[in-house]
């Protein structure tokens, strides 16, 4: 199984949303809802390609690098970070049956790291690709590729986990069976044609997955 992080697994967006919309403010420009949703499930390159294609040429990237994570680490030192209801629990079930995972995540190494660290996952999951692993981002398909060849399984012999229509269409391009458990906003009709299914909950996920497994005829361990 083959994962998302920011958003699927951990309780992470609203914090980068407020980092970034604070940061924008700080800045003397506004980053409002709708915008913000553009970036979501995005490589951090391409969201700040956004940034300039909506604020223009003047807009001060290099302040900005340096003061949205400021604000992002504050907050997470100050409150953490939160799994989603329902991982430990799904993380569980693949446990039970000796099933791999991976995370394949748009955030660069150094925040995948911090994110799981600080949400107590250290070592949980057997492959992390990053965006500093692939070529192309989300919706490219590259993550999800590189995640499969590094489990040493076939891309559609996978179940991937997503948040973000980006994710849904880069999981989907792959060739995995793609489910979207959405957080922010629900994903658009083009992105929910494209999924295998969409689920309120990572509960309901570790649902469908023990009636697959049955289906397949796997047992626990």
Same mark, same amino acid.
């Given at each position: $199984?083959?994962?998302? $992080?920011?958003?699927?697994?951990?309780?992470?967006?609203?914090?980068?949303?407020? =980092?970034?919309?604070?940061? *924008?403010?700080?800045?003397? #420009?506004?980053?409002?809802?709708?915008?913000?949703?553009?970036?979501?499930?995005?490589?951090?390159?391409? *969201?700040?390609?956004?940034?300039?294609?909506?604020?223009?040429?003047?807009?001060?990237?290099?302040?900005?690098?340096?003061?949205?994570?400021?604000?992002?680490?504050?907050?997470?030192?100050?409150? @953490?970070?939160?799994?989603?209801?329902?991982?430990?629990?799904?993380?569980?079930?693949?446990?039970?049956?000796?099933?791999?995972?991976?995370?394949?995540?748009?955030?660069?190494?150094?925040?995948?790291? #911090?994110?799981?660290?600080?949400?107590?996952? @250290?070592?949980?999951?057997?492959?992390?690709?990053?965006?500093?692993?692939?070529?192309?981002?989300?919706? =490219?398909?590259?993550?999800?590729?590189? =995640?499969?060849?590094?489990?040493?399984?076939?891309?559609?012999? *996978?179940?991937?986990?997503?948040?973000?229509?980006?994710?849904?269409?880069?999981?989907?391009?792959? @060739? $995995?069976?793609?489910? *979207?458990?959405?957080?922010?906003?629900?994903?658009?009709?083009?992105?929910?044609?494209?999924?295998?299914?969409?689920?309120?909950?990572?509960?309901?996920?570790?649902?469908?997955?023990?009636? $697959?497994?049955?289906?397949?005829?796997?047992?626990?361990?």
């Amino acid at each position: $199984m083959v994962f998302d $992080m920011d958003g699927l697994m951990l309780d992470t967006e609203p914090t980068y949303k407020a =980092a970034w919309q604070q940061a *924008c403010t700080d800045l003397g #420009f506004t980053l409002d809802d709708a915008a913000y949703a553009r970036l979501v499930g995005r490589i951090t390159e391409d *969201c700040e390609t956004e940034l300039i294609q909506r604020f223009g040429s003047g807009f001060p990237m290099s302040r900005f690098r340096v003061r949205w994570p400021e604000l992002w680490r504050a907050s997470v030192r100050l409150g @953490g970070i939160q799994c989603k209801p329902g991982l430990l629990t799904l993380l569980g079930l693949l446990d039970d049956y000796g099933l791999p995972r991976a995370i394949a995540t748009s955030s660069e190494a150094e925040y995948a790291e #911090f994110s799981l660290r600080s949400a107590g996952l @250290g070592g949980r999951f057997d492959v992390v690709v990053t965006s500093e692993d692939v070529a192309d981002g989300k919706p =490219a398909p590259d993550v999800f590729l590189e =995640a499969a060849r590094r489990l040493s399984v076939r891309p559609n012999d *996978c179940v991937a986990l997503e948040d973000s229509d980006a994710g849904v269409w880069a999981a989907s391009q792959a @060739g $995995m069976t793609t489910i *979207c458990v959405p957080d922010l906003r629900p994903p658009s009709a083009a992105a929910a044609s494209v999924a295998h299914r969409v689920l309120g909950s990572l509960d309901e996920v570790r649902e469908l997955l023990s009636v $697959m497994l049955a289906a397949d005829g796997k047992t626990g361990a």
